[in-house]
């Protein structure tokens, strides 16, 4: 049999190696990116959350005014505001009405 003769080196191994390098790098770079969308997701779920709470509190506030704006109209609409004083005859005082709502937006 004959001997083969090395060929001076081994071109393939060499460019084997390369193309697993390039090939480790890109999936390194494809790892850290979704690695920052995780993140991402992470602190937009923590802003939804802050927001969601906010958006609760200006809907009990919204509420709690238009309920104070119905106090308000009924009783600038059913309740007198002027009365006499019989005492007098002629003359009018102005006539306390009952509001047992808080003021639109000061909290309690």
């Not at 119905?70 to 509001?99: E, P, R, S």
Request: contains cysteine; charged residues 25%; aromatic residues 8%.
């Amino acid at each position: 049999m004959q001997k083969r003769k090395k060929r001076g080196h081994n071109w393939f191994a060499y460019i084997l190696g390369i193309v697993v390098l390039i090939c480790l790098g890109i999936i390194a770079q494809q790892e850290y990116k979704i690695y920052q969308l995780k993140q991402e997701k992470a602190a937009t779920e923590a802003r939804i959350d802050a927001l969601s709470e906010k958006h609760a509190n200006l809907e009990a506030e919204r509420r709690e005014c238009a309920d104070n704006k119905i106090v308000c109209y009924a009783n600038g609409t059913f309740a007198t505001k002027l009365i006499n004083d019989y005492t007098a005859g002629t003359t009018t005082t102005a006539m306390q009405t009952f509001n047992p709502l808080c003021c639109c937006g000061q909290n309690k």
